[in-house]
């Protein structure tokens, strides 16, 4: 028999009992679905976040309190951690310490409430100076970002955020309205626009204030959470790196870096980072989905050895007919691979299907910006590993029906 007619012989079969063809392929239709959704989800939810960070000047430098973290207790530990300080700060806008540094700004945060009257908004409070606006490239749709010298003399003046407007003074103008900090007078004099949802911070629930007013009136601490440097060009960020490390290590008397009680992150470094964490949550998830693959193919070995067993006497009549056991054999593994390949196929089309329409879902009632991402190289792993399943699975079924003896399997009843 040749190819084609093994395909036609192996088609018929399958389609002697439709129901039970349908049935067999479901556990691998759920299973390829299954990793093409997490595939094509994980992916839409990298590019979000790279196309976020990008949309930040690609040449700032983040300052972190606290040594490198390596796990989750110390990235939290350094949240609390008062190695930043305002000398750090002083010095690092020195030019004659940093060179090719054209910007620099502290930043203080932390969650609290903001009132107006009865109303009431749990806002994120951000501290830092007027240079805010122009490293993370912020814009304010009415009044003005709060001065210099508002830091200076550490004014109770705010920038705040749509939600905190919408919530505090509904559709009315918030700027020269006084809201409530920590139970502190603020004077609004700007409002964010809401096209900041750009940015890997969410804005419109931010209330912005200068550092020096946040530190002493507001949160009642002397270091930093966060220094931004921002380098003249991306080619001299290696060198400015390199010498806020000697800044910073000889204002803390470090010798060993080993022992840095800080650690800097180039925009590079969040982005790797962050796109080897949805990679790593994409993988694990494909492989709790890829166990239903197993349980499919499990399926798929059980339904052909019922198909042998009832489909003997057709064994033995074709033997007897001059098929070899080579012709029996592929004849099965070619049902097994068909069977495999078309719950692949329908399990591509339903995962890139079900992705597509949770984007929808998700930009239309959440606005998180999601771009749909047809899993190219999943839609290749998902034939490729139905094809392989099939094959597997089908080896021990199509290896009984090719040893059986024609005569005996035209006694069969």
Same mark, same amino acid.
């Given at each position: 028999m040749?190819?084609?007619?093994?395909?036609?012989?192996?088609?018929?079969?399958?389609?002697?009992?439709?129901?039970?063809?349908?049935?067999?392929?479901?556990?691998?239709?759920?299973?390829?679905?299954?990793?093409?959704?997490?595939?094509?989800?994980?992916?839409?939810?990298?590019?979000?976040?790279?196309?976020?960070?990008?949309?930040?000047?690609?040449?700032?430098?983040?300052?972190?309190?606290?040594?490198?973290?390596?796990?989750?207790?110390?990235?939290?530990?350094?949240?609390?951690?008062?190695?930043?300080?305002?000398?750090?700060?002083?010095?690092? +806008?020195?030019?004659?310490?940093?060179?090719?540094? /054209? @910007?620099v !700004? =502290?930043? $203080?945060?932390?969650?609290?409430?903001?009132?107006?009257?009865?109303?009431?908004?749990?806002?994120?409070?951000?501290?830092?100076?007027?240079?805010?606006?122009?490293?993370?490239?912020?814009?304010?749709?009415?009044?003005?970002?709060?001065?210099?010298?508002?830091?200076?003399?550490?004014s109770?003046?705010?920038?705040?955020?749509?939600?905190?407007?919408?919530?505090?003074?509904?559709?009315s103008?918030?700027?020269?309205?006084?809201?409530?900090?920590?139970?502190?007078?603020?004077?609004?004099?700007?409002?964010?626009?809401s096209?900041?949802?750009?940015?890997?911070?969410?804005?419109?629930?931010?209330?912005?204030?200068?550092?020096?007013?946040?530190?002493?009136?507001?949160?009642?601490?002397?270091?930093f +959470?966060?220094?931004?440097?921002?380098?003249?060009? /991306? @080619?001299? !960020? =290696?060198? $400015?790196?390199?010498?806020?490390?000697?800044?910073?290590?000889?204002?803390?008397?470090?010798?060993?870096?080993?022992?840095?009680?800080?650690?800097?992150?180039?925009?590079?470094?969040?982005?790797?980072?962050?796109?080897?964490?949805?990679?790593?949550?994409?993988v694990?998830?494909?492989?709790?989905?890829?166990?239903?693959?197993?349980?499919?193919?499990?399926g798929?070995?059980?339904?052909?050895?019922?198909?042998?067993?009832?489909?003997?006497?057709?064994?033995?009549?074709?033997?007897?007919?001059?098929?070899?056991?080579?012709?029996?054999?592929?004849?099965?593994?070619?049902?097994?691979?068909?069977?495999?390949?078309?719950?692949?196929?329908?399990?591509?089309?339903?995962?890139?299907?079900?992705?597509?329409?949770?984007?929808?879902?998700?930009?239309k009632?959440?606005?998180?910006?999601?771009?749909?991402?047809?899993?190219?190289?999943g839609?290749?792993?998902?034939?490729?590993?139905?094809?392989?399943?099939?094959?597997?699975?089908?080896?021990?079924?199509?290896?009984?029906?090719?040893?059986?003896?024609p005569?005996?399997?035209?006694?069969?009843?």
């Amino acid at each position: 028999m040749n190819t084609k007619d093994t395909y036609k012989t192996a088609v018929e079969g399958l389609l002697t009992h439709k129901s039970r063809t349908a049935l067999t392929i479901l556990g691998i239709v759920i299973g390829i679905t299954s990793i093409t959704l997490v595939m094509s989800l994980g992916q839409s939810a990298q590019d979000l976040i790279v196309g976020q960070l990008n949309t930040l000047s690609p040449e700032n430098i983040f300052i972190f309190p606290g040594g490198q973290p390596t796990n989750l207790s110390s990235a939290a530990s350094s949240l609390i951690t008062n190695s930043l300080t305002q000398k750090d700060y002083t010095d690092l +806008q020195n030019k004659s310490n940093v060179p090719d540094a /054209v @910007s620099v !700004i =502290p930043i $203080v945060f932390s969650s609290l409430p903001a009132t107006y009257g009865s109303y009431y908004y749990n806002a994120t409070l951000l501290g830092s100076t007027d240079g805010l606006i122009n490293i993370l490239n912020l814009a304010v749709s009415d009044g003005e970002f709060f001065t210099n010298n508002d830091v200076l003399s550490k004014s109770n003046v705010a920038v705040i955020g749509h939600k905190v407007a919408s919530a505090l003074f509904g559709l009315s103008s918030p700027v020269g309205q006084n809201i409530k900090l920590n139970n502190k007078n603020f004077r609004v004099v700007g409002l964010l626009s809401s096209e900041n949802q750009s940015s890997f911070i969410n804005f419109d629930d931010a209330a912005i204030i200068p550092y020096s007013t946040a530190q002493q009136s507001v949160l009642g601490i002397r270091y930093f +959470q966060r220094i931004i440097v921002q380098a003249s060009s /991306v @080619s001299t !960020i =290696p060198q $400015v790196v390199k010498d806020v490390n000697f800044l910073l290590r000889s204002n803390h008397n470090i010798t060993d870096p080993s022992k840095d009680d800080f650690h800097i992150d180039t925009q590079q470094d969040l982005v790797n980072t962050l796109s080897t964490i949805t990679n790593v949550f994409t993988v694990f998830l494909s492989l709790v989905a890829a166990i239903s693959l197993v349980v499919g193919g499990i399926g798929i070995m059980n339904i052909m050895l019922v198909s042998v067993t009832e489909r003997t006497r057709e064994i033995g009549l074709r033997k007897s007919l001059g098929a070899t056991n080579h012709d029996i054999l592929i004849q099965f593994l070619f049902e097994a691979v068909i069977l495999t390949v078309i719950g692949g196929v329908i399990g591509i089309l339903a995962g890139t299907s079900l992705s597509f329409l949770i984007t929808l879902i998700a930009n239309k009632f959440y606005a998180v910006g999601f771009v749909f991402s047809f899993p190219y190289f999943g839609a290749l792993l998902g034939v490729g590993v139905s094809s392989a399943i099939g094959f597997i699975f089908g080896i021990m079924p199509a290896r009984q029906a090719a040893q059986k003896s024609p005569i005996e399997a035209l006694r069969y009843e």
